[in-house]
């Protein structure tokens, strides 16, 4: 039976619940049921990442992409092959037609204004989104920046929240579609839904969000979180389809960059590294590469802590 991890949520360090205006343990413990009855009770697997609930993996068992693999490579004999379309398609850089149209359903609680931004603007690949953006349904409280210094400077803006509910909520001298205008940044929105390809997912989002360096931290959080619930869902899948779209790409990447341009020699790479020759010549090539010529610059975020 699935147990919702509220804890991840209530006692989450950088989320400020407003408990005292908002029924939050109510709704959790009626999202809880209500995930159980539509997705667990249905046969969905359901998986939990901090603040990220994977509700609905369409590909299950991966048998839907085996499927769609066989039917592409013309193999009718084990069409319920469900390794084909991780080695013979994305091992091959061939079509991910397989699992363009398999998509995991999420469910984001607790989550900031500014990282729901952020994930709205994929929308190739994004067949679902239900009540995210600026609504009339009440905020939840308000969450920190990754880089805030000062915490205690925030305090007002969780007041600014408080105002707005008491103000369409509980004295209803406003419209909550009125009274919205005034909630500051980062408030934390009401529980929402996005739905994404799993193509779109490695591609672009996880690639763009988190393997590639930039993304802002609380927005790192949330992705994170998602990447986590897929592997639940499917370890062996993701790790794979990582393994090809990971991070170290664009090390690869810039190390491809730098020898082109700078004709490095091993001498050259002993010299970046301070490292004697001999010592050089017996480590593991990949990895001296990445260590050197390969290596990222910090980003914007990693400059400014």
């Known amino acids: 039976m699935f147990d919702l991890d509220k804890s991840a949520i209530t006692e989450h360090p950088r ?3 407003l408990h005292d205006v908002v029924p939050i343990d109510t709704h959790l413990d009626n999202i809880e049921k209500f995930i159980r009855i539509c997705y667990e009770e249905q046969g969905w697997d359901v998986a939990q990442a901090g603040r990220v609930i994977a509700l609905r993996g369409t590909d299950k068992g991966r048998l839907s992409s085996a499927f769609k693999a066989s039917l592409y490579l ?5 069409m319920a092959n469900t390794k084909r379309f991780l080695q013979n398609m994305v091992a091959a850089g061939h079509s991910y037609e397989p699992i363009r149209g398999e998509s995991i359903l999420f469910l984001f609680i607790g989550v900031g204004k500014p990282v729901y931004d952020h994930m709205v603007t994929y929308t190739v690949g994004r067949p679902t989104r239900i009540a995210g953006g600026q609504r009339a349904n009440v905020p939840w409280g ?5 880089e805030a210094k000062n915490p205690e400077e925030y305090e007002e803006e969780l007041e600014r929240i408080r105002t707005v509910i008491r103000l369409a909520k509980q004295d209803r001298v406003e419209q909550m579609q009125a009274a919205r205008a005034k909630l500051p940044v980062g408030y934390i929105m009401p529980p929402f839904l996005m739905e994404f390809s799993e193509e779109a997912l490695i591609k672009t989002i996880f690639r763009q969000r988190l393997f590639e360096k930039g993304a802002q931290g609380a927005t790192v959080d949330i992705v994170s979180d998602m990447l986590n619930a897929c592997m639940l869902l499917d370890e062996e899948k993701w790790t794979f389809l990582i393994d090809y779209h ?3 790409l664009q090390q690869w990447e810039k190390a491809m960059r730098t020898l082109r341009k700078e004709q490095c020699t091993i001498g050259d790479i ?3 590294l301070e490292l004697p020759l001999e010592q050089v010549l017996q480590m593991n090539l990949y990895d001296l590469l990445l260590e050197s010529v390969g290596k990222l610059p910090p980003s914007m975020w990693e400059k400014q802590r």
């Open 15 to 17: 989320l400020k619940l």
């Open 74 to 78: 013309g193999k009718y004999r084990d």
């Open 142 to 146: 308000f969450e920190l920046p990754v």
């Open 246 to 248: 990971g991070p170290h």
């Open 270 to 272: 002993a010299t970046k």
